[in-house]
């Protein structure tokens, strides 16, 4: 049984500051990787997919994906009151696994 | 480029009624996935569909759930005889391909339903 375990939060950070999402996982053999925000009351939305070990970078976000930790993290940078949302992280597959999410609070 | 499409929005039912939720793929895809999230829980696996085939569906419920994908058509959850327990957003997803790891889907705006 494939699991992905999130921090449910809130994680409560200062607008401008930098909001780190973390993610494990137990299957040892998942390739790809997902990370989906959810905005209360409406459907997730991609924002990055991972293979590969190591960051990628995609504007203010950067995912980060270590494989022999069994460990994937999302990085916002500058983070927004926009930004204020639920983030899902997800196995990719046939079918996504995903995490619980966790809450991320973005205040002025 | 229309993305992907679900109906109704939102849907009342009484116990007992039959539920169906429809789904339209993104354009050029012909995978179509359906996930379930109860009230702050997270997404679920239900099943995952290409045209006239289910392909995985691990996720359903053993009872009153049942899915399909036509050759003409949208994709149609079917829920018989509902109970207050299902009541949940219900969201499709698509991708235009499956097999393959890492495909990314891309998400509806859902169908919320709620059973009285």
């Known amino acids: 049984q494939k699991e992905v375990e999130q921090n449910s939060g809130p994680l409560s950070v200062p607008e401008g500051a930098i909001a780190s999402l973390n993610c494990t996982y137990s299957?040892?053999?998942?390739?790809?990787f997902f990370w989906y925000r959810q905005y209360s009351g409406k459907s997730p939305e991609l924002i990055m997919f991972i293979y590969s070990n190591g960051d990628k970078e995609d504007g203010r976000f950067t995912a980060q994906l270590n494989k022999a930790s069994q460990y994937v993290s999302l990085l916002i940078r500058d983070s927004q009151p926009s930004d204020s949302a639920t983030y899902l992280c997800?196995?990719?597959?046939?079918?996504?696994?995903f995490g619980a999410g966790t809450r991320l609070a973005v205040h002025p | 480029n229309a993305g992907v499409m679900q109906n109704p929005r939102h849907l009342v039912r009484r116990r007992g009624q039959e539920a169906r939720l429809r789904c339209s793929p993104m354009k050029g895809h012909s995978h179509v996935y359906w996930y379930r999230q109860l009230p702050e829980e997270g997404l679920k696996f239900m099943v995952y569909?290409?045209?006239?085939?289910?392909?995985?569906e691990s996720g359903m419920p053993k009872e009153r759930f049942s899915a399909e994908f036509p050759k003409e058509g949208p994709s149609i959850l079917r829920i018989q005889q509902v109970v207050r327990g299902d009541s949940a957003a219900y969201f499709c997803?698509?991708?235009?391909?499956?097999?393959?790891?890492?495909?990314?889907?891309?998400f509806g705006p859902g169908t919320r339903l709620l059973v009285l």
């Open positions: 997803a698509s991708s235009p391909v499956g097999r393959r790891q890492g495909e990314t889907q891309y």
């Open positions: 299957d040892r053999g998942s390739q790809s």
């Open positions: 997800a196995l990719g597959g046939n079918k996504l696994i």
């Open positions: 569909l290409q045209k006239e085939n289910i392909i995985d």
